[in-house]
T-cell receptor, first 108, second 116 residues
């Protein structure tokens, strides 16, 4: 079973920041938090990952709480092309256990 | 874009047949994992290969088998195909192994298998 909990769906207005939460209350000390997204019929696209520090790249920012029991993926300026299923995964083996993810709908 | 390529992209097989799917990992990546994604579901981990050895397996029967070659490319073989094997099969590559150190894991675009 997936070790993360995500809301099944979220909406975001185009141009606004999308904040996607993830709960991983049973995370162990050496497990990383990974985020992927998947657009229908395509392979999962890597977004970002981190261990305990906040991370930022050209796609998104990852905010991990100090106790590491939850995290938030931030897409700073959502576009229609960001509409997808977003998966939050924790792992220390490189084997990814996917849950149901969050379907993000970006609306004009 | 990810450097992970899979072939074929689409194929149709008959129940009871065997299929081989192929994956070329990103240059320098020594670890390949395979996933099955049924329609409307999230990907399910099948198994992982590290330096030509199986390094972990999900809840899949033995008729799902794999290989990793010295150049780290990989094959997924499925024998005695069943209708429920119809799915998108995904390959992911990374630099890692038995001790995961937080390396980036990249997916290919997958192979769509339809069993009729």
């Amino acid at each position: 079973d997936a070790k993360t909990t995500q809301p099944p769906s979220m909406d975001c207005a185009e141009g606004r920041a999308a904040n996607l939460p993830c709960n991983h209350s049973t995370i162990s000390g050496n497990e990383y938090v990974y985020w992927y997204r998947q657009i229908h019929s395509q392979g999962p696209q890597y977004i970002i990952h981190g261990l305990k520090n906040n991370e930022t790249n050209e796609m998104a920012s990852l905010i991990i709480t100090e106790d590491r029991k939850s995290s938030t993926l931030i897409l700073p300026h959502a576009t229609l092309r960001d509409t997808a299923v977003y998966y939050c995964i924790v792992t220390n083996t490189g084997k990814l256990i996917f849950g149901q993810g969050t379907t993000l709908q970006v609306k004009p | 874009e990810t450097g992970v390529t899979q072939s074929p992209t689409h194929l149709i097989k008959t129940r009871g047949q065997q299929v081989t799917l192929r994956c070329s990992s990103q240059s320098g990546h020594n670890t390949v994992s395979w996933y099955q994604q049924a329609l409307g579901q999230g990907p399910q981990f099948i198994f992982q290969y590290y330096r030509e050895e199986e390094n972990g397996r999900g809840n899949f029967p033995p008729r799902f088998s794999g290989l990793q070659f010295p150049n780290y490319s990989s094959e997924l073989n499925v024998n005695a195909l069943e209708l429920d094997d119809s799915a998108l099969y995904l390959c992911a590559s990374s630099l890692g192994g038995t001790g995961h150190s937080g390396n980036t894991i990249y997916f290919g675009e997958g192979s769509w298998l339809t069993v009729v």
